[in-house]
T-cell receptor
Framework: AQSVTQLGSHVSVSEGALVLLRCNYS??????LFWYVQYPNQGLQLLLK??????LVKGINGFEAEFKKSETSFHLTKPSAHMSDAAEYFCAVGGGNKLTFGTGTQLKVEL | GAVVSQHPSRVICKSGTSVKIECRSL??????MFWYRQFPKQSLMLMATSNEGSKATYEQGVEKDKFLINHASLTLSTLTVTSAHPEDSSFYIC?????????????FGPGTRLTVT
């Protein structure tokens, strides 16, 4: 069985500040891990994915995430937030045929 | 990159009628497509997994007679909500996986907003 926990349903940062969105997973097999972004009334867009290669994964729009097996974590970071980063972010774990999503984190970016 | 489209993007229907939503992979073949439903400010909940040429696999609690899924080709899957009721109002999102993808990555469509009045 797989599960994902995203700590913090809402995160607010100032423009230019560090973005940190937390994700912890549970998986009985080596996981594939993903971060997706969703803008209002749109589908999900892949930010990045971990598939057992490098533990530090770089994605689009300046985002990156680090896979830490000992902590079962896959936190998403961006050094400097931009107003256009305001959106809902979902962490997901994949295995076999399915993706299991976390409950999402709404990122708000303030001036 | 791979693109998945959905049609319509928004639909309003009367209670008791049926609505069909199409999901297409535009530039790749998708042996497997997935249908999700998302309530406001909530995560995506997998409804069913659709494999080309075979019956869909429904998640526990999803009525297969109410949510009919057809995956007749490698680029098209349809979800029909039969005898829709207001509680079926939701955002429905499909996704597709490339035939040889080993990373379980799914490409998502833009979603369909269904409102049942």
């Amino acid at each position: 069985a797989q599960s994902v926990t995203q700590l913090g349903s809402h995160v607010s940062v100032s423009e230019g500040a560090l973005v940190l969105l937390r994700c912890n997973y549970s998986s009985s097999v080596p996981p594939y891990l993903f971060w997706y972004v969703q803008y209002p009334n749109q589908g999900l867009q892949l930010l990045l994915k971990y598939t057992s290669a490098a533990t530090l994964v770089k994605g689009i729009n300046g985002f990156e995430a680090e896979f830490k097996k000992s902590e079962t974590s896959f936190h998403l970071t961006k050094p400097s937030a931009h107003m256009s980063d305001a959106a809902e972010y979902f962490c997901a774990v994949g295995g076999g045929n399915k993706l299991t999503f976390g409950t999402g984190t709404q990122l708000k970016v303030e001036l | 990159g791979a693109v998945v489209s959905q049609h319509p993007s928004r639909v309003i229907c009367k209670s008791g009628t049926s609505v069909k939503i199409e999901c297409r992979s535009l530039d790749f073949q998708a042996t497997t497509m997935f249908w999700y439903r998302q309530f406001p400010k909530q995560s995506l909940m997998l409804m069913a997994t659709s494999n080309e040429g075979s019956k869909a696999t429904y998640e526990q609690g999803v009525e297969k007679d109410k949510f009919l899924i057809n995956h007749a080709s490698l680029t098209l899957s349809t979800l029909t909500v039969t005898s829709a009721h207001p509680e079926d109002s939701s955002f429905y999102i499909c996704s597709a996986r490339e035939a040889e993808d080993r990373g379980s990555h799914q490409y998502f469509g833009p979603g369909t907003r269904l409102t049942v009045t």
